[in-house]
Nanobody, 121 residues
Framework: QLQAYGGGLVQAGGSLRLSCAAS????????MGWFRQAPAKEREFVAA???????AYSDSVKGRFTITRDNAKKTVYLRMDSLKPEDTAVYYC?????????????????WGHGTQVTVSS
């Protein structure tokens, strides 16, 4: 089970940190990802992190967002800086049991409920 939180309303240029707490299954070996979905758009990849902290980002967030994880706390974080109105979306965390980084939502078996991020201009 995954629970994402930390969303909110922020002005353009501001920052937020999302958290995703995992429970019920082993966390430390899972690959964790963040996705987002804006109204009338498909769910898109944002970032992912392997068990040994190898990371990947979409081009649209690279250099502004940072994904990290704390295996002891079974939590993955998404630090979002220099936010833009186009970052407005519902953000979801997800987990997959295989270790390769994958940018397709279909590759992730477990999903949390989303948290809304709204960036005002």
């Amino acid at each position: 089970q995954l629970q994402a939180y930390g969303g909110g309303l922020v002005q353009a240029g501001g920052s937020l940190r999302l958290s995703c707490a995992a429970s019920g299954r082993a966390f430390s070996n899972n690959l964790m990802g963040w996705f987002r979905q804006a109204p009338a758009k498909e769910r898109e990849f944002v970032a992912a992190i392997t068990w040994n902290t190898i990371t990947a980002y979409s081009d649209s967030v690279k250099g502004r967002f940072t994904i990290t994880r704390d295996n002891a706390k079974k939590t993955v974080y998404l630090r979002m800086d220099s936010l833009k109105p186009e970052d407005t979306a519902v953000y979801y965390c997800a987990a997959k049991l295989t270790l390769n980084i994958d940018r397709s939502p279909a590759a992730y078996a477990y999903w949390g409920h989303g948290t809304q991020v709204t960036v005002s201009s």
